[in-house]
């Protein structure tokens, strides 16, 4: 059985089971540890699962709520951080909000704001604010998600590439408390690291319940963000972590009703 033929299999299991095991997989293919280790990065480079420790799992079972559903879970906590997040943000500027909950109740706190530049890879975002005194909407290009209206890949890549903006705002689905920031898809990742590179100020909006995920991609290092916007304290040890590389934690007064979403 060839590399194609393996990973082939791989995905078909995946469709049958959320979980794959390496050892599990190298048994039955009767092939060494490495080598399903490499077809398990060659499919995670790929977008076709997501690896974690010993293993893989499918990319719907990684985000394993509706997205629907995540848009009611912890919503007073999603709205305080949104707040801070409004307060932060000033009129006549430009920014970027990416795909999330918690970034579209960003999108909702702005709705007083005016003269605002907004580029976004999250479709819901550019219709809710379609209604807003906006000086521009501009919708990421590149291959659309279709579980949430998420725009990801090498083209929106490419696309965010092209701009400069004033602020960056992402969600993400976990938090180390090394200071870590993860997520599951390798292509929102990207999105979410050209965002941050081509932004002058850089903020993460993730509510408490992410220190208790785990997720297999970075997207990024306490050192490159600004600022951190969360709904509960933090670990001493990520408190730590921000002081060290300058990154301001601002925690809003949201009561958390449930826990969240693996993607904020």
């Not at 079972?61 to 906590?77: P, V």
């Not at 000086?135 to 696309?159: P, T």
Request: with cysteine; glycine share 6%.
């Amino acid at each position: 059985m060839d590399a194609n033929d393996r990973q082939n299999e791989i995905l078909t299991l995946l469709n049958q089971q959320d979980r794959v095991e390496v050892e599990d997989l190298a048994r039955r293919f009767g092939v060494s540890l490495q080598t399903v280790r490499t077809d398990l990065r060659d499919l995670s480079g790929r977008g076709q699962l997501s690896r974690v420790h010993g293993g893989a799992v499918r990319i719907a079972s990684a985000a394993n709520r509706g997205y629907a559903e995540r848009r009611s879970l912890n919503a007073s906590g999603k709205r305080a951080m949104a707040a801070i997040a409004a307060e932060v943000l000033p009129e006549n500027c430009s920014l970027a909000l990416n795909i999330g909950t918690s970034t579209e109740q960003v999108a909702r706190a702005l709705s007083s704001h005016k003269g605002l530049t907004v580029l976004s890879n999250n479709i819901n975002i550019i219709n809710m604010m379609m209604e807003m005194e906006t000086r521009d909407l501009i919708l990421v290009g590149g291959s659309i998600r279709q579980s949430d209206g998420a725009i990801v890949g090498e083209e929106a890549v490419e696309f965010i590439n092209r701009y400069k903006l004033d602020y960056a705002v992402i969600g993400a689905s976990a938090m180390d408390a090394d200071g870590a920031i993860l997520d599951h898809d390798p292509r929102e990742v990207s999105v979410a690291r050209a965002l941050l590179r081509n932004a002058r100020t850089r903020i993460l909006i993730c509510d408490g319940s992410k220190f208790d995920r785990s997720a297999p991609v970075r997207i990024c290092a306490l050192a490159e963000l600004d600022l951190v916007i969360t709904d509960r304290p933090v670990p001493a040890e990520f408190a730590e972590a921000a002081a060290r590389a300058g990154t301001r934690i601002l925690v809003a007064e949201g009561r958390v009703e449930t826990e969240s979403s693996e993607n904020d």
